[in-house]
């Protein structure tokens, strides 16, 4: 059969979906208060289990899934298939996915929709050899016409499920329509189709820096918001991200109506209001420093309060404000414990190496840590976590369940 070119398609979706005379799109990005604290995705360690724990603990403004495969999601892949769970307490929350064919996304955007997601992110930054080499991820930063067309092609499978119409993905692959239906008979279909807004995570170039035409290519497309991470993808993880050039980014993206949220190496909420202040961006995402640490997002209120004070009494800002209150003993143990057993209980003992890093994480700042991490990082199962913990606690050097521990900002690691 021959096939029908992608963007006739898209053309003829989008012209459907606006002759439904629906209102126009009010996306949560605008209901959202300003400046945003959102947690940023993080493959491997944004799965369901760490985003519940984030969203009950924590509760950023916002959470996104780890980057999904949009051909793995097409093809049945349970790990990307996995990845599309969440909890209603995770809203707003938001399905990131990647891959190089707008095609694909046309198909997985109206997935997304049926499952409930309040926004759909394409993932536009990812450094990894193994997702660049297939044209996706930062390799879409040197093909921008790729980029605005896949942004579209997300757009048009939102339409054509907002109008009604049954889920092509269905259609074109069995294996992900037999899987939906083993979802509806526990969930209740949507029968309120709203539109989802669709938005962009990228760096700030792939072996250069290319921000300000990159930015204006995909303010082309209109996306609701774009989160930068100030690095390129040459440099992975290495050096320090370049708050300068998301400031620029900031700047030209003024008044077209997509948001722009700042991201790279903020360990605090003062961190993040004083990048906030200096860059002029709508927020910020938090990712690594959130690991261990779902208190960090606390103060975000006060951090919103000291942004609003700085625009009218500059002089009157009390950083100190903004500093974590500590976080018992007794607190981060049980945390972390509920978490371990919840991770255990969705994959089971056999996959419980991937909690290790997360066990990690929550012994820091405290007489011992060290010690009591480098024994976590072993651990085979929940109730060895639990085991050591209850060691740890009946040491008598070990600090009373009650007492306060350093904020993961004030910490040497
Ligand atoms: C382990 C790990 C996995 C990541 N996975 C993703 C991902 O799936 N999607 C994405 O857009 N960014 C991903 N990132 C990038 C982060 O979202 C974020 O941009 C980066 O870590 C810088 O922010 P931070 O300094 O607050 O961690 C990942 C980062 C790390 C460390």
């Not at 951090?303 to 209150?325: G, Y």
């Not at 639990?386 to 060691?391: E, G, R, V």
């Given at each position: 059969m021959e096939k029908e070119p992608i963007e006739s398609r898209l053309n003829d979706e989008t012209s459907k979906a606006s002759q439904l005379n629906r209102p126009v799109e009010e996306t949560f990005w605008r209901r959202l208060k300003k400046p945003i604290v959102g947690l940023s995705p993080m493959d491997g360690v944004t799965d369901p289990c760490f985003r519940l724990m984030m969203a009950l603990h924590g509760r950023p403004d916002l959470i996104m899934t780890e980057f999904l495969s949009v051909d793995g999601i097409c093809h049945g892949a349970e790990s990307a298939l996995q990845g599309l769970a969440f909890h209603e307490?995770?809203?707003p929350i938001i399905a990131q996915l990647y891959g190089p064919t707008p095609e694909t996304f046309y198909h997985v955007a109206q997935l997304v929709c049926e499952l409930g997601f309040d926004g759909l992110d394409i993932n536009m930054g990812c450094p990894s050899k193994k997702v660049s080499a297939l044209g996706s991820g930062a390799a879409l930063i040197q093909d921008p016409p790729r980029a605005q067309a896949i942004v579209e092609a997300a757009k048009a499978g939102i339409a054509r499920w907002v109008s009604g119409a049954p889920l092509s993905i269905c259609q074109k692959y069995p294996l992900v329509a037999d899987w939906l239906a083993g979802r509806k008979k526990k969930n209740t279909p949507i029968d309120d189709r709203r539109s989802i807004p669709v938005s962009v995570k990228t760096r700030?170039?792939?072996?250069?820096?290319?921000?300000g035409d990159w930015i204006a290519a995909l303010l082309e497309a209109r996306p609701a918001a774009i989160s930068i991470h100030g690095r390129t993808l040459k440099q992975g993880y290495r050096g320090d991200a370049d708050w300068d050039k998301i400031a620029e980014a900031a700047e030209i993206a003024q008044g077209s109506g997509t948001f722009i949220l700042g991201n790279g190496d903020l360990r605090s909420l003062k961190d993040a209001f004083l990048r906030i202040r200096k860059t002029g961006v709508d927020g910020v995402l938090i990712g690594r420093a959130a690991m261990g640490n779902p208190w960090i997002f606390h103060r975000k209120e006060i951090l919103r309060a000291i942004s609003a004070q700085a625009e009218s009494v500059p002089n009157a800002i009390d950083l100190s404000l903004l500093e974590e209150r500590p976080v018992s003993t007794h607190s981060r143990f049980a945390v972390a414990l509920q978490h371990a057993r919840l991770f255990q209980a969705s994959y089971g003992e056999r996959y419980f190496k991937g909690m290790r890093k997360h066990l990690g994480s929550y012994c820091?700042?405290?007489?011992g840590a060290r010690a009591l991490r480098s024994k976590m990082v072993r651990v085979l199962n929940a109730e060895e976590a639990a085991a050591l913990i209850k060691d740890y606690l009946s040491h008598p050097t070990a600090p009373p369940a009650s007492t306060t521990i350093q904020s993961d900002a004030q910490l040497t690691r």
């Amino acid at each position: 059969m021959e096939k029908e070119p992608i963007e006739s398609r898209l053309n003829d979706e989008t012209s459907k979906a606006s002759q439904l005379n629906r209102p126009v799109e009010e996306t949560f990005w605008r209901r959202l208060k300003k400046p945003i604290v959102g947690l940023s995705p993080m493959d491997g360690v944004t799965d369901p289990c760490f985003r519940l724990m984030m969203a009950l603990h924590g509760r950023p403004d916002l959470i996104m899934t780890e980057f999904l495969s949009v051909d793995g999601i097409c093809h049945g892949a349970e790990s990307a298939l996995q990845g599309l769970a969440f909890h209603e307490s995770e809203r707003p929350i938001i399905a990131q996915l990647y891959g190089p064919t707008p095609e694909t996304f046309y198909h997985v955007a109206q997935l997304v929709c049926e499952l409930g997601f309040d926004g759909l992110d394409i993932n536009m930054g990812c450094p990894s050899k193994k997702v660049s080499a297939l044209g996706s991820g930062a390799a879409l930063i040197q093909d921008p016409p790729r980029a605005q067309a896949i942004v579209e092609a997300a757009k048009a499978g939102i339409a054509r499920w907002v109008s009604g119409a049954p889920l092509s993905i269905c259609q074109k692959y069995p294996l992900v329509a037999d899987w939906l239906a083993g979802r509806k008979k526990k969930n209740t279909p949507i029968d309120d189709r709203r539109s989802i807004p669709v938005s962009v995570k990228t760096r700030i170039g792939v072996d250069r820096i290319v921000i300000g035409d990159w930015i204006a290519a995909l303010l082309e497309a209109r996306p609701a918001a774009i989160s930068i991470h100030g690095r390129t993808l040459k440099q992975g993880y290495r050096g320090d991200a370049d708050w300068d050039k998301i400031a620029e980014a900031a700047e030209i993206a003024q008044g077209s109506g997509t948001f722009i949220l700042g991201n790279g190496d903020l360990r605090s909420l003062k961190d993040a209001f004083l990048r906030i202040r200096k860059t002029g961006v709508d927020g910020v995402l938090i990712g690594r420093a959130a690991m261990g640490n779902p208190w960090i997002f606390h103060r975000k209120e006060i951090l919103r309060a000291i942004s609003a004070q700085a625009e009218s009494v500059p002089n009157a800002i009390d950083l100190s404000l903004l500093e974590e209150r500590p976080v018992s003993t007794h607190s981060r143990f049980a945390v972390a414990l509920q978490h371990a057993r919840l991770f255990q209980a969705s994959y089971g003992e056999r996959y419980f190496k991937g909690m290790r890093k997360h066990l990690g994480s929550y012994c820091r700042g405290f007489e011992g840590a060290r010690a009591l991490r480098s024994k976590m990082v072993r651990v085979l199962n929940a109730e060895e976590a639990a085991a050591l913990i209850k060691d740890y606690l009946s040491h008598p050097t070990a600090p009373p369940a009650s007492t306060t521990i350093q904020s993961d900002a004030q910490l040497t690691r």
